[in-house]
């Protein structure tokens, strides 16, 4: 019997301010309809997260793709995975620097290799080799964030502490999806973390952890301080309480609680199962959220309103 199809998008959780919360929400929304799209023209749930995550990555209003957070050094290096809930196949690249949309090129991993996660010049090898075309560094780079690392890097240490405040910038995009055949996946695409060093590869992009499907339990896609949520294994620790029995909404509240409780970290979290259950939390002021079912479309920046 075919499922009524299920898709929900994060674009970060942090405290967005005023002035940006038009953006965010129409980022969220302009996933939302293109994932959808894809659902209802006989997509599966793993080409919805794509279409998704890849309008965000091409949207300046987050830490994806074009206009992401600089490194230390002044580049973009970028992070992605999207897994397959059905198969548990999954595709996942870190530490690319001349890539647009790195789910593409996640995409391309899981679906074209033996292997499940590719870096930095391997990764891009492996893009063009399967027909992603490769950007120079320059190209996914925008004033604001130039002017954002400069700021940040005149700063005193005891100024920079603040980086990491649940209120400061989150601005990676993931998105979970079910399909008509009853299968889930998940998919994040990051920049990472502002002024962060070279080779540092966060959360969003390490299975479990800011990413994972499996029909059996649930697709799951995080944002928020990613060394934190990285030591939790936090999707996976999401999805197998969803397999133990419990409602994804309660579970999505139990796994910001204990993101705080036990590591003092912050985010935000989307989760759905095969039976189209979903649950939307984070532990921030804001998250840019929205999700559609057949029966309803909704959006918002603050879950906890
Ligand atoms: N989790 C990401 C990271 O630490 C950042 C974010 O969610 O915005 O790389």
């Known amino acids: 019997m075919s499922k009524d199809p299920v898709l929900v998008a994060h674009g970060g959780a942090w405290g967005i301010p005023d002035d940006m919360v038009e953006a965010h929400l129409n980022g969220v929304r ?29 949207d300046d209003a987050f830490d994806a793709g074009r206009g992401s957070f600089l490194n230390r050094e002044g580049k973009v ?48 090898r492996f893009a063009a080799e399967h027909g992603i075309p490769l950007c120079k560094n320059e190209d996914l780079i925008i004033p604001r964030e130039v002017e954002r690392l400069r700021e940040f890097q005149s700063r005193t240490s005891e100024e ?14 993931g998105a979970v999806a079910l399909d008509r055949d009853g299968n889930i996946a998940a998919a994040t695409s990051t920049g990472g973390t502002l002024n962060k060093a070279p080779g540092r590869l966060g ?29 939790l294994v936090l999707a996976k620790w999401s999805a197998d309480r969803v397999f133990a029995g419990n409602a994804p909404q309660w579970v999505v509240l139990e796994a910001m609680e204990y993101l705080k409780n036990r590591v003092a970290g912050h985010g935000g979290i989307i989760l ?3 039976r189209g259950r979903f649950g939307i939390a984070h532990n921030t002021p804001r998250m840019a959220w929205a999700f559609k079912t057949t029966k309803e479309e909704t959006s918002g920046i603050d879950r906890n309103a």
């Open 30 to 58: 302009n996933a939302i309809a293109a994932g959808w799209h894809a659902l209802s023209h006989g997509g599966s749930a793993a080409d919805a997260v794509e279409e998704a995550v890849v309008i965000m990555e091409d």
């Open 77 to 124: 290096q970028l992070d992605a995975l999207i897994m397959d809930g059905a198969t548990l196949r999954a595709g996942g690249l870190g530490c690319v620097e001349h890539i647009r949309n790195p789910i593409r090129a996640a995409r391309k991993i899981l679906s074209e290799s033996p292997h499940v996660y590719f870096v930095a010049e391997g990764a891009e």
């Open 160 to 173: 920079r502490a603040d980086l990491f405040a649940p209120t400061i910038s989150h601005d990676t995009v």
């Open 203 to 231: 959360d969003s992009s390490l299975i479990g952890c800011g990413c994972y499907a499996d029909n059996e339990s649930a697709a799951v896609s995080t944002t928020g301080w990613g060394e934190p949520i990285m030591k």
């Open 272 to 274: 759905l199962d095969a």
